[in-house]
C-alpha cells in the first residue's frame, strides 16, 4: 500500500458484482484525474454479501495495491459497514458514495477538495437544492421529500437532503461525532448530519447531477419503522431530554394525571355529572371506590405470574405499581400509550427486556377481554333463554325508543358494535395463542422477512421472534394459564361490584338477580366498548354502553343511568390517577421519562444486528 495516503473512498457495497468492477475502475480514474499519485485509496467495504462481489473485491485488491477489500459475514447495516471502514482507512479525508453511481461523478472532485482543503468539516451532495432539483419518479421522490421535511422540521437541520449516499468528512469530525451517532442502518448519514450541525462543525451542501438507477430501495420495514423512530429517538435526545429530569419529568407526569380528570368534563356536561353525584349516597359511592382499590393488588399479583412464567420473578407491589402508572398513562396519553409506559418501567427498574414486558401485557389485555367478554356473553345467552323479553327491550332501545336522544343512540350502537367486535377479537386471540403454544413453530421470521429484504428486518425479526415465544411460553403451562384465568375474573368481578354499588347509591331498587345480571352485563360491554382509544380512557363509550343497556333492561330512567355510569367511571379513574400518582412517587418514575426510556429498546437486540 503507497504511503502518504490523504484521501479514503469507500464503497459500501451489498450484491454489487454486476456493477463493483466498473464503480472501482471509475473511481479510480475520477481520483486519479485531480489527486497527486498515491495520495488515495479505495476500499471495498463489503456487507455480507450473498453473490460473488467478495471474489470480485479480492481480485480488485490483488489487482490494484490502492484497492483494499473489508469483507463480513453477516450483515452490518450502511452506517455499521461505514463505521468500521473509516476507522481502518488512512487517509484524513473520508469519503463514501452509493456504488450505483447515481451521482455524476464529475462532482466527486467539489466534495472531495471541500473537506480536503480544510474550509468545510463535512461536505455532501443534494438532490433538493432549489432550482437544482433531480427528476425522481414518485415512489422515490414523494417519500424523500417527507423525510427530509420531518428531519428539517424535528430536528432543526439546515439541510435540504440527508441520504444522498455522496457525502465526505474529515477524519478528526467522524473521530468526534462517531461515539455520538447511534444508528447503524440507513439512518446514520442523516445523524451524523444533523449531530454534526448541532456541535458546530461546518457542513456544505452543494447541488449535484442525480440520475436515479435500478429498482427504487424504499422499504416498508426500514423506512416506517426504522427510519420513522430513528427521528423520533434523535427528536427526544436533542429537543427533550436537556430540559427534562425526573423532578421535572415527575411534576409533569401529576400534571397530566389531573388533567385525566378534567377530561372527563371536556366530553361530559359538568353540570350533569355534580348534579348526579350530588344526589348519590356518598358513603356508598366511597365504599364502591375502596372495593375496586381491591382489584388492584389482584392485578399485581396476575401480572407477577405472567412474569414468573417468562423468567422474571418480582415483587407484587411493585408491580401493582406499575400497572397504576401504565394506566394513569392510558388516561392521559391517547392510543393506549400507557402500555409502553409499563413496559419501560419493568425495563429500567428490573431490566426485564422489552419484547418480554410487551408480551406479559398482551397475555394480560387478552385475558382480560377474554374475561369481560365470556361475562358479557354468559349474561345475554341467560337472558335470551330465561328473559326474552330483555333482548327484546334491547333491540328497540338501540332502534331508538326509551326516551334516549339521537346522540345518545349513536353513542349506544357504536358502543354495542365496537364491543360485539372486540369481543370477538379477544376469543381469535386466545384461540390463536392456545394452538400456537402446541407448537414449536415459529412463522415471524419467515414473515417479516418476505415484507422486506433490508438489514434492519433482522432487528424486526428478532423483537418480534422474542415477544411471540414470550407469549408461548405463558400460554403452554396450563396452571399458569389457569390461574391468570381466574385472576381475572377476580379482577373484572370486583369491577362489576364497584358499578353494582354506586347504582345503589343512587337509590335504585331491583331484585338481586336483575341487579347482578344488568351489573355484570353493562359494565362487561362498556368496557369492551371502550378498548378502541376513541377518547381518553374510552369516556364516553363506557356511559353509551352502560346507558343503553340499564335502559333496556329495566325500569331506570336514562337520567338516572347516565348518572350513575359517569359516577361509576369516575369513582374508577380517580382511584387509578390517584394510585398512579402515588405509585409515581414511591417508585420515581414519571410518565415522561418514559419516553426518553424508549430509545434503550435498540440494546435488547443490537447482538442480533449490529455483530462487528
Same mark, same amino acid.
Given at each position: 500500500m503507497p504511503e502518504g495516503v490523504e484521501v479514503s473512498v469507500v464503497l459500501p457495497?451489498?450484491?454489487?458484482?454486476?456493477?463493483?468492477?466498473?464503480?472501482?475502475?471509475?473511481?479510480?480514474?475520477?481520483?486519479?484525474?485531480?489527486?497527486?499519485?498515491?495520495?488515495?485509496?479505495?476500499?471495498?467495504?463489503?456487507?455480507?454479501?450473498?453473490? =460473488?462481489? /467478495?471474489?470480485?473485491?479480492?481480485?480488485?485488491?490483488?489487482?490494484?495495491?490502492?484497492?483494499?477489500?473489508?469483507?463480513?459475514?453477516e450483515r452490518l447495516g450502511r452506517g455499521g459497514a461505514l463505521? $468500521?471502514?473509516?476507522?481502518?482507512? $488512512?487517509?484524513?479525508?473520508?469519503?463514501?458514495?452509493?456504488?450505483?453511481?447515481?451521482?455524476?461523478m464529475r462532482h466527486l472532485e467539489e466534495l472531495v477538495e471541500s473537506v480536503r482543503?480544510?474550509?468545510?468539516?463535512?461536505?455532501?451532495?443534494? $438532490?433538493?437544492? /432549489?432550482g437544482e432539483e433531480a427528476d425522481r419518479p414518485a415512489k422515490r421522490g414523494i417519500p424523500s421529500r417527507g423525510f427530509n421535511l420531518m428531519v428539517r422540521t424535528l430536528l432543526g437541520s439546515e439541510l435540504r437532503d440527508h441520504q444522498a449516499g455522496f457525502k465526505a468528512i474529515s477524519r478528526s469530525a467522524f473521530q468526534s461525532l462517531r461515539s455520538h451517532v447511534k444508528d447503524k442502518h440507513w439512518f446514520w448519514d442523516t445523524e451524523i448530519l444533523v449531530k454534526a450541525q448541532r456541535r458546530g462543525f461546518r457542513v456544505k451542501e452543494f447541488a449535484v447531477d442525480w440520475t436515479p438507477k435500478g429498482d427504487s430501495k424504499v422499504d416498508l420495514v426500514r423506512d416506517i419503522l426504522g427510519m420513522g423512530s430513528q427521528i423520533l429517538r434523535v427528536f427526544w435526545e436533542i429537543r427533550v431530554r436537556p430540559y427534562a429530569n425526573r423532578r421535572t419529568g415527575l411534576v409533569v407526569g401529576i400534571l397530566l394525571s389531573i388533567l385525566a380528570i378534567a377530561l372527563m368534563f371536556v366530553y361530559l356536561d359538568p353540570r350533569t355529572v355534580l348534579a348526579e353525584m350530588a344526589g348519590a349516597d356518598p358513603v356508598l359511592v366511597a365504599i364502591a371506590a375502596a372495593v375496586y382499590l381491591l382489584s388492584w393488588p389482584i392485578r399485581g399479583y396476575r401480572y407477577r405470574d405472567i412474569l414468573g412464567e417468562l423468567g422474571f420473578r418480582e415483587r407484587t407491589g411493585f408491580l401493582t405499581g406499575a400497572i397504576f402508572i401504565s394506566q394513569t398513562g392510558n388516561l392521559v396519553f391517547p392510543a393506549r400509550a400507557?402500555?409502553?409506559?409499563?413496559?419501560?418501567?419493568i425495563k429500567a427498574r428490573r431490566r426485564v427486556p422489552y419484547a418480554s414486558g410487551f408480551a406479559s401485557l398482551a397475555v394480560e389485555r387478552?385475558?382480560?377481554?377474554?374475561?369481560?367478554?365470556?361475562?358479557?356473553?354468559?349474561?345475554?345467552?341467560?337472558?335470551?333463554?330465561?328473559?326474552?323479553?330483555?333482548?327484546?327491550?334491547?333491540?328497540?332501545?338501540?332502534?331508538?325508543?326509551?326516551?334516549?336522544?339521537?346522540?345518545?343512540?349513536?353513542?349506544?350502537?357504536?358502543a354495542v358494535l365496537v364491543a360485539s367486535g372486540v369481543g370477538l377479537a379477544a376469543i381469535a386471540a386466545v384461540l390463536a395463542i392456545v394452538l400456537s403454544a402446541r407448537s414449536d413453530r415459529n412463522r415471524i421470521r419467515g414473515l417479516v422477512e418476505w415484507a422486506s429484504d433490508d438489514s434492519y428486518v433482522e432487528y424486526v425479526a428478532s423483537v418480534?421472534? =422474542?415477544?411471540?415465544?414470550?407469549?408461548?411460553?405463558?400460554?403452554?403451562? =396450563?396452571?399458569?394459564?389457569?390461574?391468570?384465568g381466574l385472576a381475572s375474573v377476580g379482577v373484572w368481578v370486583i369491577d362489576v361490584l364497584t358499578a353494582i354499588l354506586v347504582f345503589v347509591a343512587f337509590g335504585v331498587s331491583l331484585p338481586t338477580g336483575l341487579l347482578l345480571a344488568v351489573g355484570f352485563f353493562a359494565v362487561s360491554v362498556g368496557n369492551l366498548a371502550k378498548?378502541? /382509544?376513541?377518547?381518553?380512557?374510552?369516556?364516553?363509550?363506557?356511559?353509551?354502553?352502560?346507558?343503553?343497556?340499564?335502559?333496556?333492561?329495566? /325500569?331506570?330512567?336514562?337520567?338516572?343511568?347516565?348518572?350513575?355510569?359517569?359516577?361509576?367511571?369516575?369513582?374508577?379513574?380517580?382511584?387509578?390517577?390517584?394510585?398512579?400518582?402515588?405509585?409515581?412517587?414511591?417508585?420515581?418514575?414519571?410518565?415522561?421519562?418514559?419516553?426518553?426510556g424508549s430509545a434503550d429498546v435498540d440494546t435488547d437486540s443490537s447482538s442480533a444486528v449490529d455483530q462487528p
Open positions: 457495497a451489498y450484491n454489487e458484482a454486476a456493477t463493483i468492477e466498473e464503480t472501482v475502475s471509475v473511481t479510480l480514474e475520477t481520483l486519479d484525474s485531480f489527486l497527486p499519485a498515491d495520495s488515495f485509496e479505495v476500499i471495498v467495504a463489503e456487507d455480507g454479501c450473498e453473490d =460473488r462481489t /467478495p471474489e470480485i473485491a479480492d481480485e480488485l485488491a490483488a489487482a490494484d495495491d490502492r484497492v483494499r477489500h473489508f469483507h463480513s459475514d463505521n $468500521r471502514a473509516f476507522e481502518a482507512a $488512512r487517509g484524513d479525508t473520508l469519503v463514501y458514495f452509493d456504488t450505483d453511481l447515481a451521482t455524476d482543503s480544510g474550509e468545510w468539516d463535512l461536505a455532501t451532495g443534494s $438532490r433538493w437544492m /432549489p400507557g402500555d409502553a409506559v409499563r413496559a419501560y418501567v387478552v385475558f382480560d377481554l377474554l374475561t369481560i367478554t365470556f361475562l358479557a356473553g354468559g349474561v345475554f345467552l341467560g337472558l335470551a333463554a330465561f328473559g326474552p323479553e330483555y333482548v327484546t327491550g334491547l333491540v328497540q332501545t338501540l332502534a331508538g325508543g326509551a326516551g334516549l336522544t339521537v346522540a345518545q343512540q349513536q353513542s349506544a350502537r357504536t418480534l421472534e =422474542r415477544f411471540v415465544t414470550d407469549v408461548q411460553t405463558v400460554a403452554a403451562n =396450563r396452571p399458569a394459564f389457569a390461574r391468570v378498548v378502541l /382509544p376513541l377518547s381518553p380512557g374510552g369516556i364516553g363509550l363506557y356511559e353509551a354502553a352502560f346507558t343503553v343497556l340499564v335502559v333496556a333492561l329495566t /325500569p331506570v330512567s336514562p337520567e338516572l343511568a347516565l348518572g350513575a355510569a359517569i359516577v361509576d367511571h369516575g369513582v374508577k379513574n380517580v382511584v387509578t390517577v390517584i394510585g398512579g400518582a402515588a405509585s409515581m412517587v414511591v417508585l420515581n418514575v414519571s410518565l415522561t421519562e418514559a419516553v426518553e
